[in-house]
């Protein structure tokens, strides 16, 4: 009998589980050997923020996985703007990160005047209800 009430637990907890997210998308720079991808993980159902963490890539001299702020479990669109030589700005509702593939970091950053440094690149966003990029213009 207890083997059988586990296993219905088990499948009880099943869709509860299928609530989580453990997703991730690229905006390819150069080839897939060149990228800053967004990773979002929420590890249990009952969490009311996403982890999040920002990767640059540039193979073979760099591969960085940062933590940055969590997010609400409805993914907050993250514009992404060039701003300088292997350097993009990303910002996500109010907060601003710096990402540079040439020395393999991101970090936070107080834009104090809120201004885009350049021209924006694209947005990762919700599409069909799956977080994705999409490039600037389409």
């Known amino acids: 009998m207890p083997k059988i009430l586990s296993r219905l ?3 009880a907890a ?8 453990n997703s991730a998308t690229a905006f390819m720079v150069d080839g897939n050997q060149h990228a800053l991808i967004l990773v979002r993980e929420q590890p249990y159902f009952w969490t009311a923020e996403v982890e999040q963490a920002v990767v640059v890539s540039r193979l073979p001299s760099c591969q960085r996985k940062v933590t940055i ?13 060039e ?3 292997l350097l993009w700005a990303l910002r996500q ?7 540079s593939t040439e020395i393999c970091q991101v970090q936070d950053w107080a834009n104090e005047g809120g201004a885009a440094p350049g021209p924006l690149v694209g947005t990762f966003r919700l599409r069909e ?3 994705t990029f999409t490039r600037a213009g389409e």
């Open 9 to 11: 637990v088990l499948c």
């Open 14 to 21: 099943l869709p509860l589980l299928a609530a989580c997210e």
């Open 69 to 81: 702020h969590p997010s609400p479990t409805e993914l907050v669109e993250m514009e992404v703007y």
């Open 83 to 85: 701003a300088g030589d």
């Open 93 to 99: 509702g109010g907060r601003w990160y710096l990402a």
């Open 129 to 131: 209800g799956k977080p």
